[in-house]
């Protein structure tokens, strides 16, 4: 197991860990619990797959779903603590999120998708999981209304487009697109820089 | 018309209806009805026809659209006394869920991937037409937190793969299967089985 | 740059905003709302891709995320002023509409499925849109209960196919398909038709 499968790992644990909470909080059984972390950590990257019409990568390997198994027995064991690590999800989120808007764009560029097509993917592979838990959850997606998240995932895919223009070594290139991504998510929240709401217009549609 | 084929069609009735009765109760009009009645009936396998990358099933034949037609019929027609057939509507959907577990595992087998996924391609048969209706009515999904329903999907799965371990003939083993993913949802109704529900965190997400 | 081109566009801009403004009453930020505009109008022709299994149109050319930027742009701009044009987007609306019917019929008939299989990718291509848009944003589906809407992509696709079956040269059984649905919707909006509601079980599913 490589640096890069612990770090998918890491990612999928605090993505799922994200699902499973939203679910908890709306009473979900253990199953419905699951099934909501599942989606959110590998929604996106499926919606990737459809849209590439490539298998989807969960299908090959029965990791991702071991590792939500893991994700739903943490929340069941340790409860109330794990709201005491909230800064450790955060930044496994945040590291998830920069390693899945790489993996997102690679794979788009090796089916001879141009830059922009892979920019979209990558944002989808970060941020479309979250979109799906919401839907399950039937909320409001949080992800177009708070800190600046999706937005991390485009500026990622941006500064790595940028380093391969220049001719950087394509590894270094991923490495400093998924920092880009999770610097800019930490800032967002530290910060908390959010994008413009738009002026609304109430029941005029 | 052989007796596989009239259980599929009694199967995809019972969820259409479910679907169109909890659109009336929304308030749909007769177009919103269909759809969302042909979008429980037919969502899940659709789903699974996506992932698999084959044909999704119901474009191959208008019999879908005829049977479902069919249920919104029903509902218009007599109405109010569709209620009180509440308990053969819930045997018939039982009795769907079972064959499309099933029909759902056999096809992913069938295309060559392990018996995991067709496990999972068998629940999403069965029950992830119940989650699309769900949200197409904005509702949070029934089935993760009413008795067991998706769960039954996987221990049909699972003693239809047993089957198959121990040498059972085929028909046999899919026969077994679809009578476990029955029975168990059988039992869980009459005897209000539940999972545990997670315990809530309020407001900490 | 055709005719048919710029139709296109017009639809797509009236259908990205009709998303934006939906998402600004609902307080999203300029991401959310960009995302919610996209997928309102690129939505449906995507699920017909997919089910159809060709590659994605909008994955082809930036065209449509760049008139979805300036539909977001138009909004960010004239903000209030967008209400009086109500009418001009509506017509818009309308005319994208038919088109996106028939470009969706043409698609799947193009890939040799049957007529029915044809109206419904119609339907999908002009009203599924407009279903992930209030999934998006968590409302139950508009066109599932105002004026007649998606009927009048299925009454277009009817049309359609009554003049290639009279041997109507292609190009005006486009055109007649076209304009069906984009006056069945103008008489809709008009004289308010609405189909006929189911009447609701309150509480009993």
Chains 1, 2, 3 share one sequence.
């Not at 390997?61 to 709201?83: D, E, W």
């Amino acid at each position: 197991m490589d640096f890069l499968t612990i770090i998918d790992y890491l990612g999928t644990f605090a993505f799922a860990i994200s699902g499973i909470r939203l679910a908890s909080a709306k009473r979900f059984d253990w199953f419905g619990a699951y099934v909501v972390g599942f989606v959110t950590a590998v929604g996106g990257g499926t919606i990737r797959d459809l849209l590439l019409d490539v298998p989807p990568f969960w299908m090959q390997q029965p990791s991702y779903l071991i590792v939500t198994a893991a994700a739903l027995g943490f929340v069941i064991i340790f409860g109330k603590y794990v709201i005491r690590l909230n800064n450790t999800f955060f930044i496994f989120d945040a590291i998830g999120l920069g390693l899945f808007t790489v993996v997102g764009m690679e794979k788009s560029i090796a089916h001879d998708y141009p830059i922009w097509v892979g920019i979209i993917m990558g944002t989808l592979t970060g941020a479309a999981g979250g979109v799906l838990r919401d839907a399950l959850i039937n909320e409001v997606p949080l992800i177009f209304r708070k800190e600046i998240y999706a937005l991390a995932c485009v500026f990622g895919g941006l500064c790595y487009y940028l380093c391969t223009f220049w001719g950087v070594n394509d590894v270094v290139a991923q490495i400093i697109g998924a920092i880009s991504v999770i610097l800019m998510r930490l800032l967002a929240v530290k910060y908390h820089l959010s994008l413009p709401v738009l002026k609304g217009e109430t029941g005029n549609t």
